[in-house]
Each structure stands twice: as structure tokens, then as C-alpha cells.
């Protein structure tokens, strides 16, 4: 519930609580990119619905989009997991944090 406020995050707020209770580092990343997946895939879904007359219509490129967002969404979970078993936690979040600096950089611009 905290992650409605702004500012807070719920990959952040879940990954805190995890490690919090004891869970393994790789353990609370896990979870926290998991429980994203399904959001994802509705927000993606969300995007391919076409409102007709009568039903509902799903684009050809939004059921492509969808596909792609959730394969890609899935390689890039496997491959940052690969990452964070092999360097130590505290250097996967200085990279995340540098990472969403940079991108919120570049959004300004």
C-alpha cells in the first residue's frame, strides 16, 4: 500500500520488506520483478483493446506489442537476475539507481 505514494516505489518498497524479513537478496529481487509481470501484462493488454460497436477488438500490432512486452520483459528478468547472483547487492542497486537517474535524465531532455 506504501508504493501509492508518490515517489515511492513498489519494486523498492517490496525489495526493503523482503530484505527486512530475511529473505535472501536475489530472493526479494525475485519477487519484486514477479509480482510486476502480471501489471504489465494487463497495462499491455489494456493497450490492444480497440472499443467497437458490439465486442471488443484486439489490434494485430497490439497482440504483437503484448507478446513482445511480455517475452522481452521476461529475458531481461532472467538476464538481471543472472547479473545480481554475481556481483554483490549493494553494487546491483548503485547500477539500478544510476540507471533510473539516467533515464530520468534523459526524459527531461
Known amino acids: 500500500g506504501l508504493a501509492l ?3 515511492i516505489s513498489r519494486s523498492g518498497s517490496t ?3 523482503a530484505l527486512w524479513r530475511n529473505f535472501k537478496a536475489t ?3 525475485r519477487i ?3 509480482m510486476g509481470i502480471p501489471m504489465i501484462a494487463i497495462g ?3 493497450l490492444t483493446v480497440q472499443p467497437g460497436n458490439t465486442a471488443i477488438i484486439f489490434s494485430q500490432s497490439g497482440l504483437v ?3 513482445t512486452t511480455v517475452v522481452v520483459g521476461l529475458l531481461t528478468i532472467k538476464a538481471f537476475m543472472s547479473f545480481a547472483k554475481r556481483y554483490n ?3 546491483v542497486v548503485a547500477i539500478l539507481g544510476l540507471l533510473s537517474v539516467t533515464a530520468g535524465l534523459i526524459q527531461l531532455l
Do not use: C, N, T
Open 89 to 91: 547487492f549493494v553494487i
Open 27 to 29: 530472493d526479494a529481487l
Open 32 to 34: 519484486s520483478f514477479f
Open 65 to 67: 506489442a503484448l507478446l
Open 44 to 46: 499491455a493488454l489494456l
Open 5 to 7: 505514494i508518490p515517489g
Open 15 to 17: 525489495i526493503s520488506v
